[in-house]
């Protein structure tokens, strides 16, 4: 059984950090290309990063550049995004997505974690 387990949201006021995790289960995790995902109440769910499956390769969002840091553990089936700088538009569920090798198969995705950022 798939799984996609986000964790490390909060509240925090703005100019902090937050570090989220998410710890996968149920297929090869090092095989797959992974993601973290927003989404804010009335937005459309965006990119905020990317990894390939080596960990060698990250792209990211222009409004996160500078502030947030993806990163893998293969060895521990985790992926993790460090949130620094944090503003109030960083405000989201964020979302965990494990892209598959072969681009036919289903993507998948976690619950989210709740991340606010407000004074």
């Known amino acids: 059984q798939v799984q996609l387990v986000e964790s490390g949201g909060g509240l925090v006021q703005p100019g902090g950090s937050l570090t989220l995790s998410c710890a996968a289960s149920?297929?090869?995790?090092?095989?797959?290309?992974m993601s973290w995902y927003r989404q804010a109440p009335g937005k459309e769910r965006e990119l905020v990063a990317g990894i390939n499956s080596f960990g060698r390769s990250t792209n990211y969002a222009d409004s996160v550049k500078g502030r947030f840091t993806i990163s893998r553990d293969n060895a521990k089936n985790t992926m993790y995004l460090q949130m620094n700088s944090l503003k109030t538009e960083d405000t989201a569920m964020y979302y965990c997505?494990?892209?598959?090798?072969?681009?036919?198969?289903?993507?998948?995705w976690g619950q989210g974690t709740q991340v606010t950022v407000s004074s």
């Open positions: 149920g297929f090869t995790f090092s095989r797959y290309a």
């Open positions: 997505n494990a892209r598959p090798p072969d681009i036919s198969q289903p993507n998948y």
